[in-house]
């Protein structure tokens, strides 16, 4: 097979390649588990819109061959909302790290979740900050050594599945990149739901945090993944928080039905104005305003 054959080749920009990730990384998989869920789902390219904000994880908006954006720093999911309300029919992705979503960003997401928008955040989970020198972050566990924490972290970190849930998202899961066909379905679910997805994806960061916290290499991160997960759909996500050496709690937390912003907020202003009530303005509502 030659490289331009790679069954791949339409969903990555070659030109960008090679990637910047470290050897071992695993945001390369998680990437390679959304351009294969986007396969299977055989939605129209030209209508989705991957948006990351800054980082390792980040990069990935800059890979794939769609519609990107590559934005502010936490900024994805307000340029991701914007996107959306704009258009629609959009298939709007956030693809981003911990560190931008749930630190710089953390305001927009339980917003977002709140709001119940739709978009499907993806957060490659790697405890710590990897582009900018290693220091801890929103997701670090306890005790665990960073750049910023050479004597061990304590400060409490975000269980994300427990804030996005409590949140107001209506599907959270959790997979690590050693379970990759778990993911690519995980991915598929939390595409094809109305509404706010979000799927944590915890992802070995060699350099940044294995190195510094004496944890092995990549591939001992992965036989962690493979020994210490537990899978345990419909868990309470606020019993599934990570601890440093700790059992993994993994799977399908949350998959519920509630109306979404847009929904809600169509139906709230249809008692003002008739659809599409951007273009018209209803002639009651018209004659009211005059009257006054």
């Known amino acids: 097979m030659t490289e331009a054959e790679h069954p791949l080749d339409q969903f990555l920009r070659a030109d960008r390649l090679p990637h910047i990730w470290c050897p071992g990384c695993g945001i390369g998989i998680a990437m390679r588990c959304l351009v294969l869920a986007l396969e299977e789902l055989g939605r129209p390219l030209d209508r989705v819109v ?37 258009n629609p029919d959009l298939t709007v992705i956030v693809f981003s790290g911990d560190g931008d979503l749930a630190a710089i960003g953390g305001n927009h997401l339980i917003h977002a979740a709140r709001r119940n928008l739709d978009l499907t955040v993806i957060c490659v989970n790697n405890f710590i900050y990897g582009m900018t020198g290693g220091q801890f972050g929103p997701t670090t566990p306890l005790s665990a050594r960073s750049t910023t924490t050479p004597y061990g972290n304590f400060e409490p970190p975000f269980n994300l599945m427990a804030l996005v849930a409590a949140s107001g998202a209506v599907y959270v899961a959790r997979w690590t990149v050693f379970h990759v066909r778990r993911l690519i379905t995980a991915f598929q679910e939390a595409i094809a739901k109305k509404g706010f997805s979000f799927v944590e994806v915890l992802s070995p960061c060699p350099t940044g945090y294995l190195r510094r916290n004496k944890l092995g290499e990549a591939v001992d991160m992965m036989r962690y993944f493979k020994a210490n997960s537990e899978i345990r759909h419909g868990a309470d996500p606020a019993e599934v928080g990570i601890e440093m050496g700790g059992k993994l709690i993994l799977g399908k937390f949350v998959d519920l039905e509630r109306p979404t912003y847009q929904e809600r907020m169509r139906q709230q202003l249809a008692a003002f104005f008739v659809e599409p009530y951007v273009e018209k303005v209803s002639e009651e509502v018209e004659a009211e305003e005059v009257e006054s």
């Open 50 to 86: 991957v948006v990351s904000g800054i980082g390792c994880s980040a990069r990935v908006a800059g890979y794939v061959r769609l519609d990107g954006f590559h934005t502010t720093h936490g900024r994805a999911i307000p340029f991701a909302t914007g996107l959306k309300l704009a």
